[in-house]
């Protein structure tokens, strides 16, 4: 079992950054494909960025393409979410995710979640 815990999340304006940070415990973070979700409210859970077990290869919604990364650092047991020009529509909870798969896209394929952080940008 791994625990996730998000942080990072708060308020930026269009056009602004932010990095979000997911801290994993518990079984060997390796062991774990990764993934960042989000929901904003009245929508469903939808995919933004997942990353390899290794890191060695990722996935991105179109949303997140050309503007986010996803990254870990292995010996930090972390994962992180880079988000650059960010986009009112951006504005969602943001969750950190874990999946015995190298990688996933869906939600049904991840085990662990976090509880999740806000991330909200004024226009």
């Known amino acids: 079992q791994v625990q996730l815990v998000e942080s990072g999340g708060g308020l930026?304006?269009?056009?602004?950054?932010?990095r979000?940070?997911?801290?994993?415990?518990?079984?060997?973070?390796t062991s774990y494909g990764?993934?960042?979700?989000?929901q904003a409210p009245g929508k469903e859970r939808e995919f933004v960025a997942a990353i390899s077990k290794s890191g060695?290869?990722?996935?991105?919604a179109d949303s997140?393409?050309?503007?986010?990364?996803?990254?870990?650092d292995n010996a930090k047991n972390t994962v992180y979410l880079q988000m650059n020009s960010l986009k009112p529509e951006d504005t969602a909870v943001y969750y950190?995710?874990?999946t015995t798969l190298w990688i996933g896209?869906?939600?049904?394929?991840?085990?662990?979640?976090?509880?999740?952080t806000q991330v909200t940008v004024s226009s």
């Open 12 to 18: 930026v304006q269009a056009g602004g950054s932010m």
């Open 20 to 29: 979000l940070s997911c801290a994993a415990s518990g079984r060997t973070f």
């Open 34 to 38: 990764m993934g960042w979700f989000r």
């Open 56 to 60: 060695a290869n990722t996935v991105y």
């Open 64 to 72: 997140a393409k050309a503007r986010f990364t996803i990254s870990r």
């Open 96 to 98: 950190c995710a874990a």
């Open 105 to 116: 896209v869906r939600p049904p394929q991840y085990d662990y979640w976090g509880q999740g």
